[in-house]
Each structure stands twice: as C-alpha cells, then as structure tokens.
C-alpha cells in the first residue's frame, strides 16, 4: 500500500511559506513580541525613573529615542509600556477564547434550552459596540490590570462563541461522530476529542484578529486613564502623556504609535497565515 | 430467516422530523425488521425514502419517534446510561463516505484503540497487538496504526472504518452504501471483506443500497422502502425472479443492465416520489402506480385503505391491494 510521507504540521509550515503577506506578518509580529520580552533585559534602565534635569532630551546615545517632560528614558518606556500592552491584550483574548469558545463549543453540541440561553446573552452583548462596552466596564470596576483584562475580554466574548458554535454544530453531524456515539464512547470524550479538534482552526484565526484589536482596546482604556495606571508604563498611557509636547518631543508620540500599529497589522496578518493554514473557507 | 436466531428485530419503527418551517416529515414511518444471526439483509429504494433514516435509528444516531429495537432480546429502550451504550455498540454502522468517517485529526491506532477500550478494560500492553490484529482482520499493516487518515485512499479509509467497528465485537452491521462511493474495483474488494467478515464472525448485515445488482449478489433477504414503509419483503432470488408489489417491478427493471432499453422505457414511472411532508391517503404509492386508481378509476380502495402486509409465498411478504399484477418480463440480458 502506498502512504504519503509528508506530516500535517510539515505542510502547514509550507502553505505559511507560500504566502509572502502571512508570512511577512508572522515575521512582523514576532519582532515586536521579541522586542518587547526581549528588549528590557539588554537596554536595562529603569522607565519610572524622573530625571528632572533632562527633561524632554533629545535623541542620544544615552537616550536613544529622548526623554519626556519628566526626564524618563522613552525607549526604556516603550518596551516596558509595550509588555504591559501586549501581554494584557493577548491575556484578555485567552479569557475571552476560552470562555467564549467554550460556551460555544457546549452550545452547539447539546443544544436545546442551553444553546437558546447562551445565544440570547450572546446577543445583548453583541447588541453594545466593543468599545462603549469595554468603557462601561472598565469605569464600573476602575482601573488596573486585572479590570483592563476583563473589561477588553467581555466583548469579545460573543464572536467567539457564535463562531465555536456554528462550528460545533456543523462538526456534531459528521459521521465520524457519528460513528464514536454508535461506538459507545462517552459524551465527554466525543466532545474533546472528535468535536472540539476539528472546530478550533477557525477560532484561532478569530483570536489573532481579536489580538489586533484588543491591542487597540487596551491602548485606548490607557489613553482614556480608564487602563493600566501610572506610573506602570502603558503605550496608550505614554500616548496621552506626550501629547501635550508633542511638537518638542516627536518620538514619544511617534515610537508607541508605531509599536501599537505593527502589532495590531501582525496579528491581523497572523489571522489571514491561520486562515491559509487551516483552510477556512474551504470547509476541510 | 430459516428459523435462525434473531440478532436485532426492530418493531413499528417510526422517525419523524419537523421541517424549518415547523411541518411534520415521517422519515420513517412504522417499520418492522428482523435480522437474524448470519444474515445480510439488504434494504433497497430510492434516494429519500428512510434508509439511511432507519438504520440509523435502529442505532440510535436519530431519535426514534415510535417503536422499539431488541437486540439479542433486549429491549434498547429500557436500558440508560453506560448499559445503553453497551448495548448499542452491539450494532455498528459503515458510512457511505470513507473520507468523512475518519476523524481527521487523530490516529489510525488512536481510532481503533479508542473503541477497544470503551466498553472493556484493555492494557495498555495489550492495546497494540490487539490494534493490529484488526487491521490485519481487514488487510492493512501494522503500520497504518501510526498515520492519520489522510494517508489513506477510499479503500482503505473503509477499511480502517470497519477495523474501528470491528473493535467493538458488534453482533450487527448497518452497512449504509458501504461500497457506493468506492471504485468498482475497489467496492468490490471491500464487498468481499464484508461477506468473509460474516461467515468467520458470524456477523450480520443491514445492507443499505441503491445497487440491485449488488444487493442481488449478497443479500440473504430483501426489503424495499418507499416514503418510510416497507413496500415488500422476500428471500433476495424471490424477490428478484418474481417481485409482486409493481413499485418492486418498477425499481428492477429500471435498474441498469438488466433489460433491454425498451423494456426499462415501459416501466418507468411516471412523475416524482411523493413529499413525505404530505404523503398520499392510502397507498402511498398509488399516485404513480401502474395498476393503481390513476390507470383503473374503479380501484378506489388504494387511495383510501393503507394495504396490509400480505403474504404471497414464503416469507414473501407484500404491503399491496393488488399484489403480483405487474410481472417482470423474463431477464433478456446478462
């Protein structure tokens, strides 16, 4: 008998290759994943440092990207306030895939009373915009890390689910579920292991999208002082901050626009480089 | 069935679904089956006549609406939980398509392994050997255990699918047009597996089909289904050299290369099947029948009265008010 050799991750890797915009974003986004782990353990001064004598500086070998109107190393700045911003939008996309694709994936997969329950709510809170709705919640809990997370990941929560669930439901047909419930095994188990890896490559490229805008999200709680607070960096927050002097002090506009644009285009990017790898689309 | 012990008898079995816009459709509506010990049963019609729907209720993969389902005399229906779940995976199914009946993200030996051990405590040591003794019961290597399905053709899927319900030492086998989508070729390999399968394991068969000559070659016995009732049922010779119900007459000669064109274009019936959301008063039948109410005015009793079962020889059984009437011609070809 004749078996192809190659494995399926080989040709997932491949098709990734193929395509040069994916994988442009693949490269783009790691930069600046790596950047941002990478970058406070080799240039290691302190972000929250005043230094009132240089106030506003300019670029230099000692302060790469300047100083802000309090002295602050902006690079120093960037990369911690880009750790800030991207781990709590990358955590709040995992809160919201989790629970969200969760529900779904129950959802569609008993239906009945508990799907009808779960689409309702999923309704009203796709009824508010993401924004507005992230707004209500971070001002009702007040500021921080944890409050930011759960405010960013709340609205997200409904497109995740409806997509686990179209999937769940579509995948609960197929007959080699069929076959696992004529074969006796468990309802649990067909769920994990015969529904739930066939249904995920479509929430994964719906989580890299929600990444890209839940960097804008979190970007724009801090920008509103509803976010992460000082004096943690935070880009949204560097942003609002450096808006006052933005014509003496460019850069510290400049730099955290740039480290929020290139994140959200990689993970938007990602999204598209999933899509190929998963063949969404094509129903395979 | 010659008096053999009876493996799954399933009595006035009914399924019925509601359509989007709220209508009843009775997929299947008050059959009887009964499969004995050895037998392959082929069941026959056309596409959308309950099938597909009856064999999979008989396992329970569609709720069944009326009716009961006795495996090896125990009522289905009485039993919960694991017990059910034992019991069913008594009988086991064989799809239509090998390239949707493989989970795609798991291992052949994974598949297998996982059906062995639902229902009984296998070792961990033991669940290898006992892998490959499966694959090699239908013909693949040991090594197919360690690939993913997409390695395989057609034949082979069907193959490893039947492996998998092998794993389970099912009593009963619905095989839903288990070689139709297969290369002549291939079908015909997988079809002699399945007949070997039965005379070593002493399984038994629902043989799900639209291929007459096929189900003539293996079938011990035969039903015909139309719009979700059994129409006729016989000993599969009988039924094939002298079916009494003119549907029966109808499916054969129209079937492929068994009469001559001419003989196929005067038996052709006239118009579509029937929606099951409303079907026809009466016979269901009647509509299109040849010898029915729309040929003879006078038999008025086909639109009014569901025919009975019949008997017209031995275990030729008949659901027709004027069974027999419309005979085959003798067989020109083949």
Known sequence: MTVATTTRRGTAWHRLRRNRLSFAGVLVLSGVVITVIVGPLLWRVDPIAIDLANRLAAPSALHPLGTDIQGRDLLARILHGGRVTLFVAVASVVVALVFGSGAGLLSGFVRGWFDTAVMRVADVLLAFPPLLLALVIAAARGPGVANTILAVSIPALPRFARLMRAQSLAIREREYVLAAWAVGLSPLRILFRHVLPNAVGPVTVQASIAAGIAVLEVAGLGFLGLGVQPPSPELGAILVDSQTYLLQQPTAVLAPGIVISLSILGFNLLGDALGDVFDVGSGS | ?334
């Open chain 2, 1 to 334: 069935m010659n008096g053999k012990e009876t493996v799954v008898r399933g009595i006035d079995l009914r399924v019925a679904f509601r359509t989007e816009d709220g209508r009843r459709v009775r997929a299947v509506d008050g059959v009887d089956l009964e499969v004995g010990r050895g037998e392959i049963h082929g069941l026959v019609g056309e596409s959308g006549c309950g099938k597909t729907t009856l064999g999979r209720a008989l396992l329970g993969l569609v709720p069944l609406t009326g009716g009961r389902v006795i495996v090896d005399g125990v009522d289905i229906g009485e039993l919960r939980g694991r017990r059910l779940r034992r019991a069913r995976a008594r009988m086991q199914m064989i799809f239509q398509s090998p390239w949707g009946s493989l989970n795609p993200r798991m291992r052949v030996g994974t598949a297998i392994a996982e059906a062995l051990r639902a229902h009984r405590r296998v070792s961990r040591a033991e669940v290898r050997p006992r892998v490959e003794a499966l694959l090699a019961m239908v013909g693949l290597p040991a090594e197919a255990a360690d690939r993913y399905p997409a390695a395989f053709s057609g034949g082979q899927r069907q193959r490893i699918a039947i492996a998998r319900a092998l794993a389970v030492e099912p009593r009963f086998i619905v095989a839903d047009e288990a070689v139709a989508s297969l290369d002549v070729s291939v079908g015909e390999q997988i079809l002699e597996l399945l007949v070997g399968l039965r005379d070593r394991l002493g399984l038994s068969y629902l043989f799900i089909s639209h291929d007459l000559g096929v189900v003539e070659r293996v079938a011990d016995r035969v039903t015909v289904m139309y719009l979700g009732r059994v129409v006729e049922r016989a000993a599969a010779d009988e039924l094939f050299r002298a079916p009494a119900h003119p549907y029966t007459v109808a499916l054969l000669a129209a079937a492929p290369g068994r009469f001559p064109r001419e003989v196929r274009r005067a038996f052709v019936l006239s118009g579509d099947p029937p929606s099951p959301v409303d079907p026809p008063s009466g016979c269901v039948f009647w509509p299109r029948c040849p010898v029915g109410p729309t040929v003879d005015p006078s038999r008025t009793i086909c639109r009014t009265e569901v025919p009975p079962p019949t008997t017209v020889g031995d275990g030729h059984v008949v659901a027709c008010h004027f069974p027999g009437e419309v005979r085959l011609p003798d067989p020109v070809l083949r």
